[in-house]
């Protein structure tokens, strides 16, 4: 592959140039050069998301040649960017954030069976064949979080979740991945699920049935009273969140 080199800026190979048209935020031309190329999709992660920063300081530490970037794309351009992605070799995945972590699965090739599961994907893989791969991470990465204890701690944030009782706010693609695991980690205890949305929750808390028949939808003016009861809540919605934010029906 040859790169136009012109007086300190890199020309696009046709397969950049292609996601460039796909997403609204400008990709940095010298930061990409010949690096395998990972990322973020979402409405705007470029705004708020930490990944790049994270992903880029272990890349620089393991010496990879490889750069991690934010892309903002619209809804209407999604299947696009999709496509785009698959032709690029540079291309090693993508993780996926806000508001398509259960659209984006309608462009997939395959996907994990957890994640077929769960209905929802914030992990592509490219394969070496150019096929998109979907995974979901979130929950599983969750709980390990909040019962493993982490570097500089002796302990876990929550020794078990056996029994315990949880609130979750939000019902999206994360809701739904850190539910699924959820589900089985509090064995008899109670799952209560809230959102904006009612008929999200509710839909979610059917999904959980065979796995927990604890499982259920509460409306979000409960939150109040059902907070204090339960030994853990997690928000898995976007309030609180900071930077650029769109509101989804």
Not at 54 to 65: G, P, S, T
Not at 82 to 100: F, I
Not at 161 to 178: E, F, M, P, T, Y
Not at 231 to 247: A, D, E, F, M
Request: glycine share 8%; charged share 25%.
């Amino acid at each position: 592959r040859l790169y136009e080199l012109t007086s300190n800026t890199v020309s696009f190979p046709d397969d950049i140039k292609q996601i460039q048209s796909c997403i609204d935020n400008r990709l940095d031309r010298k930061a990409i050069g010949r690096k395998r190329i990972a990322g973020i999709i979402g409405d705007a992660p470029s705004h708020y998301a930490k990944s790049p920063f994270l992903w880029n300081a272990v890349f620089r530490d393991l010496k990879m040649k490889a750069v991690y970037l934010p892309f903002d794309v619209h809804l209407s351009r999604l299947p696009e960017l999709t496509r785009a992605l698959k032709q690029s070799d540079q291309v090693m995945g993508v993780n996926v954030t806000v508001p398509y972590k259960v659209k984006i699965m309608e462009f997939l090739d395959k996907l994990d069976e957890k994640a077929g599961q769960i209905g929802a994907v914030n992990t592509i893989v490219r394969t070496e064949d150019g096929e998109l791969v979907g995974y979901n991470t979130d929950g599983k990465g969750f709980l390990n979080s909040i019962v493993t204890p982490q570097p500089g701690q002796r302990d876990p944030f929550v020794e078990s979740l056996k029994g315990r009782d949880v609130l979750i706010i939000g019902a999206g693609g994360s809701a739904r991945a850190v539910a699924f695991h959820l589900a089985e980690a509090v064995g008899n205890g109670q799952l209560l699920i809230s959102n904006r949305t009612q008929e999200s929750a509710v839909s979610l808390a059917e999904d959980l049935k065979n796995i927990s028949a604890n499982a259920r939808a509460i409306k979000e003016d409960e939150v109040p009273e059902y907070a204090p009861k339960v030994g853990l809540i997690i928000n898995c919605s976007t309030k609180g969140q900071g930077g650029i934010r769109k509101s989804a029906d």
